[in-house]
Protein backbone atom coordinates (compact mmCIF):
# COMPACT_ATOMS: atom_id res chain seq x y z
CA UNK A 1 0.00 0.00 0.00
CA UNK A 2 1.07 3.52 -1.35
CA UNK A 3 0.94 7.19 -0.63
CA UNK A 4 -1.81 7.20 -3.24
CA UNK A 5 -3.88 4.27 -2.05
CA UNK A 6 -4.12 5.98 2.03
CA UNK A 7 -5.10 9.46 0.15
CA UNK A 8 -7.24 8.08 -2.28
CA UNK A 9 -9.03 11.13 -3.97
CA UNK A 10 -6.64 13.47 -2.51
CA UNK A 11 -5.70 16.80 -4.50
CA UNK A 12 -2.51 17.89 -5.30
CA UNK A 13 -1.35 20.82 -4.11
CA UNK A 14 2.06 22.22 -5.33
CA UNK A 15 4.53 24.37 -3.39
CA UNK A 16 3.78 27.68 -4.37
CA UNK A 17 -0.27 27.20 -3.30
CA UNK A 18 1.15 25.16 -0.26
CA UNK A 19 3.07 28.30 1.00
CA UNK A 20 0.12 30.75 -0.78
CA UNK A 21 -2.37 28.78 1.92
CA UNK A 22 -0.26 28.86 4.72
CA UNK A 23 0.65 32.69 4.61
CA UNK A 24 -3.10 33.26 4.74
CA UNK A 25 -4.04 30.39 7.06
CA UNK A 26 -3.88 30.39 10.64
CA UNK A 27 -2.39 27.41 12.49
CA UNK A 28 -4.61 25.22 14.23
CA UNK A 29 -6.54 25.91 11.23
CA UNK A 30 -5.31 22.99 9.03
CA UNK A 31 -3.08 19.85 9.77
CA UNK A 32 0.01 19.55 8.64
CA UNK A 33 0.88 15.79 8.21
CA UNK A 34 4.11 13.47 7.69
CA UNK A 35 3.26 10.52 7.18
CA UNK A 36 7.25 9.65 6.58
CA UNK A 37 9.11 7.63 9.07
CA UNK A 38 10.20 8.84 12.15
CA UNK A 39 13.97 8.87 11.33
CA UNK A 40 13.15 11.18 8.25
CA UNK A 41 10.83 13.11 10.70
CA UNK A 42 13.62 13.80 13.01
CA UNK A 43 16.15 14.47 10.13
CA UNK A 44 14.02 18.01 8.44
CA UNK A 45 10.03 18.43 8.78
CA UNK A 46 8.29 21.41 7.69
CA UNK A 47 7.53 23.31 11.06
CA UNK A 48 4.73 22.44 13.08
CA UNK A 49 4.14 19.13 11.02
CA UNK A 50 2.66 16.24 12.82
CA UNK A 51 4.28 12.83 12.38
CA UNK A 52 2.14 10.00 11.94
CA UNK A 53 4.10 7.40 9.56
CA UNK A 54 2.06 6.01 6.94
CA UNK A 55 2.00 2.48 8.88
CA UNK A 56 0.40 3.31 11.68
CA UNK A 57 -1.91 6.08 10.04
CA UNK A 58 -4.77 3.80 9.91
CA UNK A 59 -4.93 3.12 13.69
CA UNK A 60 -4.53 6.80 14.59
CA UNK A 61 -7.06 8.26 12.39
CA UNK A 62 -8.67 9.52 15.53
CA UNK A 63 -5.98 11.66 16.59
CA UNK A 64 -7.03 14.09 13.55
CA UNK A 65 -9.57 15.83 13.25
CA UNK A 66 -11.99 15.93 10.11
CA UNK A 67 -13.40 19.07 9.69
CA UNK A 68 -9.54 20.24 9.39
CA UNK A 69 -7.95 20.40 5.43
CA UNK A 70 -5.50 17.97 5.97
CA UNK A 71 -2.06 18.65 3.88
CA UNK A 72 0.03 15.11 3.82
CA UNK A 73 3.73 14.51 2.73
CA UNK B 1 -8.47 6.04 2.76
CA UNK B 2 -8.98 10.11 4.80
CA UNK B 3 -11.47 10.95 2.25
CA UNK B 4 -13.37 7.46 2.96
CA UNK B 5 -13.09 8.46 6.88
CA UNK B 6 -14.96 11.84 6.60
CA UNK B 7 -11.79 14.06 5.95
CA UNK B 8 -13.49 16.76 3.97
CA UNK B 9 -10.30 18.34 2.22
CA UNK B 10 -7.14 15.99 2.09
CA UNK B 11 -4.33 17.22 -0.11
CA UNK B 12 -1.14 15.70 -0.55
CA UNK B 13 1.97 17.77 -0.94
CA UNK B 14 3.39 17.55 -4.77
CA UNK B 15 7.16 16.71 -4.32
CA UNK B 16 6.91 16.27 -0.70
CA UNK B 17 10.05 17.94 1.50
CA UNK B 18 12.11 17.84 -1.50
CA UNK B 19 10.08 20.57 -2.87
CA UNK B 20 9.90 22.91 0.22
CA UNK B 21 11.67 25.69 -0.14
CA UNK B 22 10.72 27.19 3.56
CA UNK B 23 13.29 26.41 6.91
CA UNK B 24 12.95 23.27 8.16
CA UNK B 25 12.43 21.89 11.75
CA UNK B 26 14.41 19.11 13.26
CA UNK B 27 14.25 16.86 15.88
CA UNK B 28 12.72 14.15 17.82
CA UNK B 29 8.90 14.74 18.29
CA UNK B 30 9.58 14.77 22.24
CA UNK B 31 12.48 17.50 22.35
CA UNK B 32 11.39 20.24 24.25
CA UNK B 33 8.41 18.41 25.70
CA UNK B 34 9.40 17.94 29.09
CA UNK B 35 8.29 21.37 30.03
CA UNK B 36 4.49 20.47 29.44
CA UNK B 37 2.14 17.73 30.64
CA UNK B 38 -0.90 18.49 29.07
CA UNK B 39 -2.98 20.14 31.79
CA UNK B 40 -1.15 23.47 32.55
CA UNK B 41 -3.75 26.45 32.74
CA UNK B 42 -3.61 29.17 30.06
CA UNK B 43 -1.51 31.36 32.86
CA UNK B 44 1.14 28.35 32.71
CA UNK B 45 1.64 28.28 29.06
CA UNK B 46 1.92 31.96 29.02
CA UNK B 47 4.77 32.21 31.74
CA UNK B 48 6.28 28.87 29.73
CA UNK B 49 6.31 30.73 26.60
CA UNK B 50 7.37 33.99 27.87
CA UNK B 51 10.55 32.29 28.89
CA UNK B 52 11.24 30.50 26.06
CA UNK B 53 11.33 34.11 24.60
CA UNK B 54 13.50 35.70 27.01
CA UNK B 55 15.67 32.86 26.43
CA UNK B 56 15.91 33.70 22.91
CA UNK B 57 15.60 37.53 23.42
CA UNK B 58 18.89 36.82 25.68
CA UNK B 59 20.49 34.41 23.05
CA UNK B 60 20.50 37.28 20.52
CA UNK B 61 21.50 40.33 22.82
CA UNK B 62 24.55 37.51 24.19
CA UNK B 63 25.30 37.02 20.38
CA UNK B 64 25.52 40.59 19.71
CA UNK B 65 28.45 41.33 21.69
CA UNK B 66 29.94 38.80 20.15
CA UNK B 67 29.47 39.96 16.76
CA UNK B 68 32.44 41.71 14.84
CA UNK B 69 30.46 42.93 11.78
CA UNK B 70 27.94 46.19 12.25
CA UNK B 71 25.84 44.95 9.45
CA UNK B 72 25.30 41.68 11.99
CA UNK B 73 25.06 43.31 15.03
CA UNK B 74 22.22 45.51 13.67
CA UNK B 75 20.56 41.94 12.90
CA UNK B 76 21.02 40.67 16.28
CA UNK B 77 19.77 43.94 17.80
CA UNK B 78 16.81 43.87 15.82
CA UNK B 79 16.35 40.19 16.76
CA UNK B 80 16.68 40.71 20.30
CA UNK B 81 13.81 43.82 19.89
CA UNK B 82 11.46 41.70 18.66
CA UNK B 83 11.49 39.13 20.73
CA UNK B 84 10.87 42.07 23.19
CA UNK B 85 8.02 43.06 21.79
CA UNK B 86 7.09 39.43 21.59
CA UNK B 87 7.55 39.15 25.56
CA UNK B 88 5.10 42.31 26.31
CA UNK B 89 1.86 41.21 23.95
CA UNK B 90 2.51 37.69 26.34
CA UNK B 91 2.44 39.43 29.13
CA UNK B 92 -0.24 41.75 28.18
CA UNK B 93 -2.54 38.70 27.24
CA UNK B 94 -1.46 37.35 30.68
CA UNK B 95 -3.08 40.27 32.53
CA UNK B 96 -6.07 39.91 30.31
CA UNK B 97 -6.61 36.93 31.32
CA UNK B 98 -5.61 36.53 34.52
CA UNK B 99 -5.62 39.51 36.54
CA UNK B 100 -5.35 43.54 34.78
CA UNK B 101 -3.14 44.98 37.83
CA UNK B 102 -0.61 42.25 37.63
CA UNK B 103 3.03 43.26 37.75
CA UNK B 104 5.83 42.63 35.73
CA UNK B 105 7.92 41.54 39.01
CA UNK B 106 5.02 39.01 40.44
CA UNK B 107 4.94 37.69 36.72
CA UNK B 108 8.28 37.32 36.02
CA UNK B 109 8.92 35.80 39.04
CA UNK B 110 6.87 33.03 37.84
CA UNK B 111 8.28 32.26 34.70
CA UNK B 112 10.85 30.22 34.24
CA UNK B 113 13.50 31.40 31.75
CA UNK B 114 15.77 28.48 31.76
CA UNK B 115 15.07 26.71 28.56
CA UNK B 116 15.10 28.92 25.76
CA UNK B 117 12.60 28.67 22.45
CA UNK B 118 12.95 25.46 20.66
CA UNK B 119 13.81 23.36 23.79
CA UNK B 120 17.71 24.51 24.08
CA UNK B 121 19.81 25.71 26.58
CA UNK B 122 20.97 29.60 25.52
CA UNK B 123 24.13 29.34 26.84
CA UNK B 124 25.45 26.17 25.25
CA UNK B 125 23.62 27.22 21.88
CA UNK B 126 25.31 30.61 22.04
CA UNK B 127 28.83 28.45 22.48
CA UNK B 128 27.70 25.89 19.95
CA UNK B 129 26.87 28.68 17.57
CA UNK B 130 30.19 30.96 17.73
CA UNK B 131 31.79 29.45 15.42
CA UNK B 132 28.99 30.20 12.26
CA UNK B 133 28.89 33.28 12.93
CA UNK B 134 30.82 34.97 10.19
CA UNK B 135 28.53 37.03 8.88
CA UNK B 136 24.23 39.00 8.95
CA UNK B 137 23.74 35.72 6.27
CA UNK B 138 25.16 33.37 8.77
CA UNK B 139 23.28 34.80 11.50
CA UNK B 140 19.86 35.06 10.18
CA UNK B 141 20.15 31.28 8.77
CA UNK B 142 20.84 30.09 13.06
CA UNK B 143 18.11 32.53 13.65
CA UNK B 144 15.47 30.91 10.97
CA UNK B 145 16.29 27.68 12.70
CA UNK B 146 15.42 28.87 15.85
CA UNK B 147 12.20 30.61 14.98
CA UNK B 148 11.16 27.12 13.27
CA UNK B 149 12.35 25.19 15.85
CA UNK B 150 10.28 27.25 18.08
CA UNK B 151 7.55 27.42 15.55
CA UNK B 152 7.07 23.36 15.70
CA UNK B 153 7.53 23.24 19.46
CA UNK B 154 4.38 25.62 19.90
CA UNK B 155 2.64 23.04 17.43
CA UNK B 156 4.07 20.10 19.43
CA UNK B 157 2.57 21.75 22.86
CA UNK B 158 -0.57 22.54 21.29
CA UNK B 159 -1.23 19.06 20.12
CA UNK B 160 -0.28 17.93 23.79
CA UNK B 161 -2.13 20.40 25.16
CA UNK B 162 -6.00 18.97 26.67
CA UNK B 163 -7.11 23.06 27.39
CA UNK B 164 -8.89 24.46 24.59
CA UNK B 165 -8.05 27.76 25.44
CA UNK B 166 -4.36 27.06 25.61
CA UNK B 167 -4.68 25.55 22.43
CA UNK B 168 -5.48 29.08 21.07
CA UNK B 169 -2.69 30.49 22.89
CA UNK B 170 0.06 28.16 21.61
CA UNK B 171 -1.48 28.58 17.97
CA UNK B 172 -1.17 32.14 18.21
CA UNK B 173 2.46 31.73 19.88
CA UNK B 174 2.82 29.18 16.47
CA UNK B 175 1.53 31.94 14.24
CA UNK B 176 3.68 34.73 15.40
CA UNK B 177 6.56 32.66 14.88
CA UNK B 178 5.67 32.15 11.37
CA UNK B 179 5.34 35.41 10.81
CA UNK B 180 9.07 36.09 12.45
CA UNK B 181 9.76 33.37 10.01
CA UNK B 182 8.81 35.77 7.17
CA UNK B 183 10.52 38.91 8.52
CA UNK B 184 13.83 36.94 8.88
CA UNK B 185 13.02 35.65 5.08
CA UNK B 186 12.58 39.13 3.95
CA UNK B 187 15.54 40.82 5.93
CA UNK B 188 17.49 37.92 4.48
CA UNK B 189 16.55 39.01 0.85
CA UNK B 190 17.63 42.54 1.48
CA UNK B 191 20.99 41.89 3.31
Redesign the interface.
Known amino acids: MG ?1 R ?11 EQ ?2 SF ?2 TS ?3 SFTLLDV ?1 Q ?1 A ?12 IPLPT ?2 DR ?1 QE ?1 D ?8 | ?17 A ?11 EMGMMLVKGDETPQDIICLAYGLEEGLRKFYAAATQMAIEAEVTTVLSQLAEIEERHKQRLFDLYKAIDAADTTIESFENKVNSELMEGGFDPDKLLEASKPAFKNATDVLSFAMMLE ?2 G ?2 L ?2 RY ?2 KSEDAQV ?2 I ?3 M ?2 E ?2 SH ?2 SLGDLFEKI
Open positions: IDIFSNFTNMDTFQIDREGRPEYEGARIPGSQLLNLLPEKPVIAY | MLTGQGFKQVYNLKGGIAWQGQAAAGPAAQMDYMADKELYKADEKLK
